[in-house]
């Protein structure tokens, strides 16, 4: 989908929703299943659908509350993670290198041109209710919800409970998951380089990379719990 047509989508999708109208085309993720050869994508839950597919740019339009991974194909990694509510609109553009959550800008994850870019999403209603029907407690099904937005090799590295400031300076390139425990939600991933400095504020709603600030109105709630995950750097595709 070219820059035009990403705008005209877009304000279509602002339209029906305003109207109270069902959104049609290629926002259902019912109309498009996960192939089998997607099984086994790195750091992708086997239960997300790939909801679009694109080296140019691509908008989903969220139907409920969930996750969406905009994954890069050639690379074979994903780039950005972020917990989405309904209504919202998650697009990419690769010649302008953004990503967008209800065109508000994400953080910087230098997106290529020349590769191919899948977005995939997952229903948290579907796999809340699939995880009741295994009989865990309360305490096993938070964390384990917590261990959905974050890829299996991720580390624990910092923690700041009731709007305490979370940081960590990484040794070697990578990603943060910031995710806010009180709340459940993954609020946003960042590609960090070694030895960057990363704080997220609670009590300023700000996140700092080397003392700059690097998304304004972060999506941060001042008396919330916050853990940062970290993701080390996979290596090259060959």
Same mark, same amino acid.
């Given at each position: 989908m070219n820059t035009k047509h990403l705008h005209t989508a877009l304000f279509a999708a602002a339209i029906a929703t305003g109207l109270g109208l069902p959104i049609a085309g290629p926002w259902s993720p019912v109309s498009v299943v996960r192939a089998a050869a997607d099984e086994d994508l790195p750091d992708v839950p086997k239960d997300a659908k790939k909801?679009?597919?694109?080296?140019?740019?691509?908008?989903?339009?969220?139907?409920?509350?969930?996750?969406?991974?905009? /994954?890069?194909?050639?690379?074979?990694?994903?780039?950005?993670?972020?917990?989405?509510?309904?209504?919202?609109? /998650?697009?990419?553009?690769?010649?302008?290198?953004?990503?967008?959550?209800?065109?508000?800008?994400?953080?910087?994850?230098?997106?290529?041109?020349?590769?191919?870019?899948?977005?995939? /999403?997952?229903?948290?209603?579907?796999?809340?209710?699939?995880?009741?029907?295994?009989?865990?407690?309360?305490?096993?099904?938070?964390?384990?919800?917590?261990?959905?937005v974050v890829p299996k090799g991720a580390k624990h590295v910092a923690q700041g409970k009731n709007g305490a400031n979370v940081e960590f300076k990484p040794e070697v390139d990578g990603t943060i998951y910031l995710f806010d425990r009180t709340s459940g939600d993954l609020i946003n991933t960042f590609k960090v380089h070694k030895g960057d400095s990363f704080v997220a504020e609670p009590k300023k709603n700000g996140v700092y990379l080397n003392d700059k600030e690097i998304v304004k109105d972060a999506g941060l709630v001042k008396d919330h719990s916050y853990r940062l995950w970290f993701a080390v750097k996979a290596a090259p595709a060959t």
């Open positions: 909801v679009e597919q694109s080296s140019e740019s691509a908008s989903f339009h969220v139907p409920s509350r969930g996750q969406v991974w905009l /994954y890069d194909v050639n690379e074979k990694e994903v780039v950005h993670s972020i917990t989405v509510s309904p209504g919202n609109t /998650y697009s990419f553009d690769t010649s302008k290198d953004l990503i967008l959550v209800n065109e508000t800008h994400g953080p910087k994850t230098d997106l290529n041109p020349k590769h191919t870019y899948r977005i995939y /999403y997952v229903d948290w209603a579907e796999r809340k209710a699939a995880m009741k029907s295994s009989g865990k407690d309360e305490a096993a099904q938070k964390e384990e919800e917590e261990s959905w």
